[in-house]
């Protein structure tokens, strides 16, 4: 039967990608580490960490292997580990969010009055979400992400749903759209404003007026749906835009786009490392119950 306590070095070692990092961490002396590299190496077949000039580099076999040891470890540790509350009012806490800019000035304000009330010693860092990837969720960067899944998302990611929401159009008060029956050809020969995190230059809304024979004008491209609404605000521009982010807008003229799109989810996503997580678990709560309102 293999040394399941070969685990525990295999995940540190691969953590540190340094025998003498590994040997720190876990209380060993150098040799014994050395050691028992031997004995991975022997029991997986594969060198796993090979030399690079002055350091070690992770084999194919380790990277894949890195990801299920770091899990196996974790949840062998909360096997061991006793049922356990927390008292948020004690915690000392940073949780690290990626999500957009938008979302945070719709959910941010109550979001952090809760966690002032119940957990004063836990501080939010909000990071700019530019795309997709969950490399930051995986390597622990990351605690915490929102935004609408995509259904190539890697599996491994855990996701909830917070709200749904569906696309509408924004003009600024006094624009032509904000008069009279807006049907789909209006809304093509006006001027647009179209948001792209990754800088493309159409999307659903284009292929669902080339269903009806029209195209739009893109005047303007933009990274972000602030921005975009900004734009709207003060040109001619029309934005298409969450409903959510137009709240209490007095400022705009928001509209029922004249096309057939889907709503969409909006959900929080982390990686199954945190989800035993007790804080963690707090924090999902607070942002599901605040998004809930």
């Known amino acids: 039967m293999p040394d399941l306590n ?25 040799s014994a580490m ?8 022997e029991t997986t077949g594969d060198p796993l960490l090979v030399r690079a000039g002055r350091g070690l580099v992770a084999t194919p076999r380790a990277m894949a292997l890195r990801e299920q040891v770091s899990r196996l470890v974790q949840e062998a540790q909360a096997v061991l580990r006793p049922t356990q509350s927390l008292d948020m009012a004690q915690v000392e806490r940073t949780f690290t969010l990626r999500t957009s800019e938008e979302f945070v000035e719709l959910i941010g304000p109550a979001l952090l009055a ?12 909000f990071i700019n979400k530019t795309d997709k990837d969950s490399a930051l969720l995986r390597d622990g960067r990351v605690d915490l992400e929102t935004g609408v899944v995509d259904p190539d998302a890697s599996p491994e990611v855990l996701t909830q749903a917070l709200f749904r929401d569906r696309l509408v159009g924004v003009v600024r008060e006094g624009h032509p759209l904000s008069r009279g029956e807006i049907s789909a050809q209006r809304f093509a ?11 493309q230059d159409r999307g659903q ?18 990274s972000g749906f602030s921005t975009a609404i900004a734009l709207a605000r003060d040109t001619d521009l ?12 007095r400022d705009l003229f928001c509209f029922t ?9 909006v959900a929080m996503l982390w990686h199954p490392r945190l989800d035993a997580d007790l804080a963690h678990r707090w924090l999902r709560g607070c942002l599901r119950e605040v998004c809930g309102q």
């Open 6 to 30: 070969l685990l525990i070095t295999l995940d540190v070692l691969l953590a540190e990608g340094s025998v003498a990092g590994a040997a720190r961490r876990l209380g060993l002396s150098a």
């Open 34 to 41: 050395s050691r028992a590299l031997a004995r991975l190496r």
């Open 114 to 125: 809760r966690i002032a009330r119940e957990a004063p010693g836990v501080r939010l860092r």
């Open 189 to 199: 020969e006006g001027q647009h404003v179209y948001v792209s995190r990754r800088g």
């Open 205 to 222: 809304i284009d292929d669902a007026l080339e269903a009806h024979g029209l195209a739009r004008r893109i005047g303007s491209i933009v």
């Open 238 to 249: 029309i934005a298409c835009v969450p409903e959510r982010y137009t709240a209490n807008r």
């Open 257 to 265: 786009l004249p096309l057939s799109l889907p709503s969409f989810s």
